[in-house]
């Protein structure tokens, strides 16, 4: 490992709707200006998943912003553990505001990077926000309605609806922070089946898989979820916007190994690249759900993801 690689990123703040937000810095070592990242980490995650991910962006040549959205890790928010997709647009914007300000940064290559339910926000981000000249959505959940419906039986989907519409109702006169708070994998969120935990990779600290085990991996994570967040959720469709891209460069970069990926099925995907315009990529790679979390998977998505990127900034 060179000293580079063994460096801690730079923890900075940034304003977001009035709220403080936390993010690490992954910078070159001259001040530049640079080609720069944005990146979103996936549902409740933090930003001390994708250490890996900064750090090997940086080496390839890249300055890195890796956030934590409100209410969730290092950042501030009243509400802990809200998933509202349209307030994690908006936290993204505005770290591609402050980062863009920042003299290292050349705000003519300045790109974002989603991982997870972020592969869906970043989709949303690089739709409305013309600063961003290419987009790179990683295992994207790319149609909240249809995510939420596909990972359960149609009477578990009958019953969630329900049981939103009463928690809506209950909520008439009270704040967002009286709402109810589940488990951010249990049945009334994602579900993950017994099935699926028992295939889960087994924990290596020296090639840590931050997705699947992240209690041993990210200090400030909180395995709790406000339930409105699946409210949010199911109105939230990138789908929709996603051929605003064009003709700014889309990759999205897809698990096609191992079992069934059902929390990134990729025929949602396939879909939303078909309303994409030129120029784009999809990439399948041969990992399960967990498999680009960890290497040799971790490895080779970045690598595919430095490729692209350095094909449109750097070429």
Known sequence: ????????????????????????????????????????????????????????LRDAGYNVMIIDYRGFGKSDGDVRGQIFPRCQVEDLRNAITYFGRRNEVD????????????????????????????????????????WMKELRNSREYHDLLHD???????????????????????????????????????????????CAYPLETQDTYDPQISFESVLHVLDFNPSDVIDMIAPRPLLII???????DFMHPPEPIQDAYAKAGEPKELIFLP??????????????????????YDKYLKG
Request: aromatic share 10%.
């Open 1 to 56: 490992m060179t000293s580079m690689q063994a460096e801690a990123p730079q923890e900075v703040t940034y304003w977001s709707a009035g709220v403080e937000c936390a993010a690490d810095l992954y910078l070159q070592n001259n001040r530049g200006p640079h080609p720069s990242l944005v990146i979103g980490h996936g549902w409740n995650q933090t930003k001390e998943g994708l250490r890996n991910e900064g750090r090997a």
């Open 107 to 146: 705000t003519n290559r300045l790109g974002i990077y989603g991982v997870s339910f972020a592969g869906g926000l970043a989709l949303q981000v690089a739709a409305f926000d013309l600063r961003v000249k290419i987009c790179i959505a990683q295992s994207p959940i790319v149609n909240g309605r249809r």
């Open 164 to 210: 939103l519409q009463r928690n809506f109702e209950d909520s008439y006169g009270r704040t967002s922070s009286q709402w109810k708070r589940v488990k951010s994998n249990g049945p009334e969120t994602v579900p993950v089946p017994q099935s699926v935990r028992d295939n889960f990779p087994p924990f290596d600290p020296k090639n840590p898989n931050s």
């Open 254 to 260: 897809g698990n096609g190994g191992g079992p069934y």
């Open 287 to 308: 990992y399960d759900a967990f498999g680009l979390y960890q290497e040799p998977g971790r490895r080779a998505c970045v690598s595919a993801a430095i490729a692209f």
